[in-house]
């Protein structure tokens, strides 16, 4: 059964750091580029960042740039958000997938609350 499971995100003050984890279960996750992506309320998913499969080069949405890091460890196959410098327009519930999405591959995402 295909399935990708993120950790779990929490509660983090502006200014702070925090590394997401996403684990895939019954497909090899690097034969795929993988992503981030994140939903705030009341606005569309967006993509943050996403890593190739190939040559681990990476891609970062404008309002992430430098603050956020993405990599894999494909012998666990898993997928890594590092997020430093956390602002509270950060603040959203945080999905993997593979890129281009496959909609199948969604999981429940991890809510991650920037806040003082």
């Known amino acids: 059964q295909v399935q990708l499971v993120e950790s779990e995100g929490g509660l983090v003050q502006p200014g702070g750091s925090l590394r997401l984890s996403c684990a895939a279960s019954?497909?090899?996750?690097?034969?795929?580029?993988s992503g981030w992506f994140r939903q705030a309320p009341g606005k569309e998913r967006e993509e943050v960042s996403c890593?190739?499969?190939?040559?681990?080069?990476?891609y970062y949405a404008d309002s992430v740039k430098g603050r956020f890091t993405i990599s894999r460890d494909n012998a666990k196959n898993t997928v890594y958000l590092q997020m430093n410098s956390l602002k509270p327009e950060d603040t959203a519930l945080y999905y993997c997938?593979?890129?281009?999405?496959?909609?199948?591959?969604w999981g429940q995402g991890t809510q991650v609350t920037v806040s003082s």
């Open positions: 997938n593979v890129v281009p999405s496959i909609s199948r591959y």
């Open positions: 019954g497909f090899t996750l690097d034969y795929y580029a």
């Open positions: 890593i190739s499969s190939s040559d681990g080069s990476s």
